[in-house]
């Protein structure tokens, strides 16, 4: 019986030592889980500093790819060496893709979302251009000129349905 005694008084000696060494465990287990959630949250928010500039800059940069490729502007800015059709179509569609593989880098910094309409709007604007000059009626690269830019007077450009897309992305950073 004294042996059983002994072991309660043991037992009542330890456990208020295990509850505290319990207590002291689960305290500091989330003191260090906080303490780091809050150091991620200063490197994230540092990161973010450093990183809003340079998304900026790629959105600017984007903005300016589709710009320039929005039919309207590339024809005024790309003339036709000679009548050729099919030498004026292969320019302007050259001119296209050298703009899009020198803005390629910035689809690290979009959406994906945003790139994807970004590539599609250089699709749709060289699909265009290859179906104009198919038509019957454009005969030479004049022609090929005033069909395209009678057909987007009158529809919106690949390119401003982009422009749009990145502009409301832009605007939700802020």
């Known amino acids: 019986m004294e042996d059983i005694t002994l072991v309660f008084s043991y037992f009542a000696y330890l456990l208020p030592a295990i509850v505290v060494g319990l207590i002291a465990y689960f305290f500091f287990k989330g003191h260090t889980s906080n303490e780091e959630g809050r150091r991620r949250y200063l490197i994230q928010k540092e990161a973010q500093k450093n990183i809003i500039p340079i998304r900026l800059q790629a959105y600017e940069r984007l903005t300016?790819?589709?710009?320039?490729?929005d039919p309207n502007k590339l024809l005024l800015r790309v003339k036709p060496y000679s009548d050729d059709l099919q030498k004026y179509e292969n320019l302007l569609i050259q001119n296209i893709d050298n703009e899009y593989e020198h803005n390629l880098v910035q689809q690290i910094y979009v959406s994906p979302e945003c790139w994807n309409l970004?590539?599609?709007?250089?699709?749709?604007?060289?699909?265009?251009?290859?179906?104009s000059s198919m038509k019957?009626?454009?005969?030479?690269?004049?022609?090929?000129?005033?069909?395209?830019?009678?057909?987007?007077?009158?529809?919106?450009?690949?390119?401003?349905?982009?422009?749009?897309?990145?502009?409301?992305?832009?605007?939700?950073?802020?």
Do not use: G, W
């Not at 300016?64 to 490729?69: K, N």
């Not at 970004?118 to 179906?131: E, F, W």
């Not at 830019?149 to 409301?168: D, G």
């Open 118 to 131: 970004v590539t599609a709007a250089k699709n749709a604007t060289i699909q265009v251009i290859r179906q």
């Open 136 to 174: 019957e009626k454009v005969t030479d690269s004049d022609k090929l000129r005033a069909f395209l830019l009678n057909h987007f007077m009158e529809e919106v450009t690949p390119s401003y349905k982009a422009l749009m897309f990145l502009k409301k992305e832009v605007s939700e950073l802020f």
């Open 64 to 69: 300016l790819f589709l710009e320039r490729i």
